[in-house]
C-alpha cells in the first residue's frame, strides 16, 4: 500500500485495503491484532453500556476504516480479529453505497433458492435505510448478543448479495454491450462477497466451537 494519507471518514474503493505494507514484524502485529481484539470483546461484554456499544458499532463513520484496517486487516481470515475486519469492511461497504447494495441484495432474494434471506433479517421491502439498519444490527450484535449468529447472519447477507451481482452481470453482459468492462466488474464484486462470505460462515462455526481466537 503506498504511504497516500486518507481524509476520515475515509472513502472505500476496490482494492485499497487489498495489503497493509508496514516496517514491523508480522509476527509482532498478528499478536497486537489478538490482543486488542480479544480485549475490545472481554471489556465490552463485561459491560455492555449501549452508548459505548453504539459508538463502537459507527466507529467507521467518524474515524474512517483505515485505523481498524492498520489493526486487523493483515491477521488471518478465519480468526477473532479476521472477522472483526471483515464486519467493519462489510458495514463500510454497506453505508457507503447502500442504494447499490440494497439493489443487488434485492436482486439476490428474486435469484436465490436459499434460506439466507430469513437468515440475513433484512427487513422487507430492502432499501437503503433497510440495508444500512441491518449492518448496524449485525455489528451491534457482534458487542451486546450472539457473535456466531452476527457472523452467520453478515455471511448470509454476502451471499444473497453475491447471487445479486451475480444475477446482475448476467443481465449486464446480455444488455450492456456499450460498457463491456461493467459485467466484468459486476463478477468481481460477487467473487469477493462469496469469498466474504465463506470467511464470515467459518468464523461463525469456529465460534459455535470456541475455536475463534
Known amino acids: 500500500m503506498s504511504d497516500e494519507k486518507?481524509?476520515?471518514?475515509?472513502?472505500?474503493?476496490?482494492?485499497?485495503f487489498a495489503a497493509f505494507v508496514g516496517s514491523e514484524d508480522p509476527a509482532n502485529i498478528?499478536?497486537?491484532?489478538?490482543?486488542?481484539?480479544v480485549a475490545l470483546l472481554a471489556r465490552v461484554r463485561t459491560d455492555?453500556?449501549?452508548e459505548v456499544?453504539?459508538?463502537?458499532?459507527?466507529?467507521?463513520?467518524?474515524h474512517g476504516i483505515d485505523e481498524i484496517a492498520e489493526l486487523w486487516?493483515?491477521?488471518?481470515?478465519?480468526?477473532?480479529?479476521?472477522?472483526?475486519?471483515?464486519?467493519?469492511l462489510l458495514r463500510t461497504l454497506i453505508t457507503q453505497d447502500p442504494e447499490g447494495i440494497a439493489f443487488a441484495f434485492r436482486r439476490g432474494t428474486e435469484v436465490s433458492t436459499t434460506i439466507d434471506e430469513v437468515v440475513a433479517g433484512a427487513a422487507a421491502p430492502t432499501g437503503p435505510s433497510e440495508v444500512?439498519?441491518?449492518?448496524?444490527?449485525?455489528?451491534?450484535?457482534?458487542?451486546?448478543?450472539?457473535?456466531?449468529?452476527a457472523?452467520?447472519?453478515?455471511?448470509?447477507?454476502?451471499?444473497?448479495?453475491?447471487?445479486?451481482?451475480?444475477?446482475?452481470?448476467?443481465?449486464?453482459?446480455?444488455?450492456?454491450a456499450a460498457h463491456p468492462g461493467r459485467s466484468g466488474a459486476l463478477t468481481t464484486r460477487a467473487l469477493r462477497l462469496t469469498?466474504?462470505?465463506?470467511?464470515l460462515a467459518a468464523c461463525g462455526r469456529l465460534e459455535r466451537r470456541g475455536s475463534l481466537d
Not at 486518507?6 to 485499497?16: A, E, L
Open 132 to 149: 444500512v439498519e441491518l449492518a448496524d444490527r449485525i455489528l451491534h450484535g457482534v458487542f451486546a448478543g450472539d457473535f456466531a449468529t
Open 195 to 199: 469469498d466474504l462470505a465463506d470467511d
Open 6 to 16: 486518507f481524509p476520515r471518514p475515509v472513502k472505500f474503493t476496490p482494492g485499497r
Open 48 to 50: 455492555p453500556d449501549p
Open 151 to 176: 457472523l452467520d447472519r453478515a455471511a448470509a447477507f454476502c451471499r444473497v448479495c453475491a447471487a445479486g451481482q451475480a444475477s446482475l452481470a448476467d443481465d449486464a453482459d446480455a444488455t450492456d
Open 53 to 62: 456499544v453504539g459508538r463502537l458499532v459507527r466507529y467507521t463513520d467518524e
Open 30 to 37: 498478528n499478536r497486537i491484532a489478538h490482543e486488542t481484539a
Open 73 to 88: 486487516s493483515q491477521a488471518a481470515a478465519r480468526s477473532l480479529p479476521g472477522a472483526l475486519w471483515r464486519l467493519y
